[in-house]
């Protein structure tokens, strides 16, 4: 890595290197992110606390920054795998760093035609993704960090139902067989209640019975 570093630093970027996958989530989705929001991320999938695949997820789940996933996974089926799991292209270790740096430059040139826009509006809200910041007819509302995930994740979908075990995958990273899906599930219901509470906003918040929940559009 140190050695990725130096090259790419010789290239012109500008790296923030951290050790952790809770760390790079934190660096990308974390409230002090949208100060100084990274152009690309380089995901190790082999990481010593969360597996590199599932950090992958949870990044594009939570933000459209652009990922290329550096492993030693070789095989087809790994390769496969972070791809499906919104990695935006696919390194093998060892390579050149000449390699890499065409990767990010590629990656890079095919984001910048694709950028989802940072700011929702849903009737009277108004949700800025990159900002983490809320406003409900030009009052800004303070929204703990899952109750904005929360919202985040329905805005995303403009408009469309978000299942249950969506949100509970997108902001949880609960999977359907996890032990820990019923106190999600209620953990889920208390934050939307949340929400409603704080939004106050009748309607904003629509749950679809049997489903899960969506955002009002206000069209």
Known sequence: MTRWRAALRAAGYRVTPVGTGAAALDAVTGPDAAA?????????????????????????????????????????????????????????KPFA??????????????????????????????????????????????????EFDVLAALARRDGAVVSRADLLDDVWGLAPDDPGLEAGLHSLEVHVAALRSKLDAPGAVVTVRGVGYRLATGD
């Open 97 to 146: 760093i000449d390699e890499l740096t065409a990767r990010i430059e590629a990656v890079l040139r095919r984001s910048a035609g694709h950028v989802v826009a940072p700011v929702v509006e849903a009737g009277p809200l108004r949700i800025d993704l990159s900002r983490r910041v809320v406003e409900v007819a030009g009052r800004e509302v303070a929204l703990r960090r899952k």
């Open 36 to 92: 100084d929001p990274p152009d690309i991320v380089l995901l190790d999938l082999g990481l010593p606390d969360l597996d590199g695949v599932e950090v992958c997820r949870r990044l594009r789940a939570r933000s459209s920054v652009p990922v290329i996933a550096v492993t030693a996974r070789g095989h087809q089926q790994a390769r496969v795998l972070g791809l499906r799991s919104g990695a935006d292209d696919y390194v093998v």
